[in-house]
């Protein structure tokens, strides 16, 4: 039955099988090229469509990833593992350290295309933040690029009237970030909710996280909340699915 369904499979879903095989034996080491539309084509005598179709494939799952005029290579970037509950306690922002301290160890982290501004609240943020129709936030947009490779982009609302005059209405947030400026401000976060969901990226997501086609991304939205269960900040981020291991520990 087995040998039933596996000749029902695609050519090229058997020919991606085999070279996922051929990595997880390592034949093919990360950074090693994987043999082109040609050597496949004259290995499994498909069409030139059906090797593209199976390079494709490896590359829509992260296995892979292509470079103009080289060819397609084994993904030699290491996946980010996100510690969804020890990243976002006290003892790391309370200290002055940033929560991505946590997840990126000694590699190489940097934040650009960073935007901090004013202007009125989505309605669904607004919501959430208590805030009347139309009343102002603080937005903060950017992205997070690890060893040269945008990993997640992230927009957090709060709430202008609530962070007037402080340090979070500029982009260097100074030691321990938006959370620990919250504290001083009186609004110490005391409990997190994260939404998950994924989906496939619009378009600008696409080309701002550097996707392959066919890539999901995977939506979180982090609600902050005080004492009282009011909530501070609403963080939408938006994460390359390939780049990112979800990991949440906890006591049963």
């Not at 309370?94 to 590699?107: K, L, N, P, T, Y």
């Not at 340090?167 to 997190?192: C, M, N, S, W």
């Not at 609403?234 to 949440?248: F, I, Q």
Request: proline share 5%; net charge neutral.
């Amino acid at each position: 039955m087995a040998t039933q369904g596996a000749s029902r499979q695609p050519k090229y879903q058997r020919i991606a099988d085999d070279l996922k095989r051929a990595i997880k034996d390592g034949v093919y080491a990360p950074g090693d090229r994987l043999p082109g539309e040609n050597d496949l084509m004259a290995t499994y005598e498909v069409a030139r469509m059906t090797a593209r179709q199976a390079l494709g494939v490896l590359r829509s799952e992260g296995v892979a990833e292509a470079r103009k005029g080289s060819g397609v290579f084994v993904r030699a970037f290491r996946p980010l593992r996100r510690r969804g509950i020890q990243r976002l306690a006290k003892e790391n922002w309370g200290a002055g350290r940033s929560i991505w301290a946590v997840d990126v160890e000694d590699r190489q982290l940097v934040v650009d295309q960073l935007e901090v501004g004013v202007r009125p609240a989505p309605d669904l943020v607004a919501a959430v933040l208590d805030l009347p129709q139309g009343a102002d936030a603080c937005v903060r947009s950017r992205r997070f690029v690890l060893d040269g490779k945008p990993v997640l982009l992230a927009r957090s609302y709060l709430s202008a009237e609530l962070v007037a005059g402080s340090a979070i209405l500029q982009e260097d947030t100074g030691p321990g970030g938006t959370y620990a400026r919250l504290a001083e401000l009186g609004h110490k976060p005391v409990h997190f909710r994260e939404e998950v969901r994924c989906r496939m990226p619009a378009q600008s997501e696409a080309a701002q996280l550097d996707l392959s086609m066919g890539t999901p991304v995977i939506e979180i939205c982090r609600t902050a909340f005080a004492d009282g269960g009011s909530a501070v900040e609403v963080n939408e981020m938006v994460l390359d699915s390939a780049s990112y291991v979800l990991e949440y520990d906890f006591d049963a």
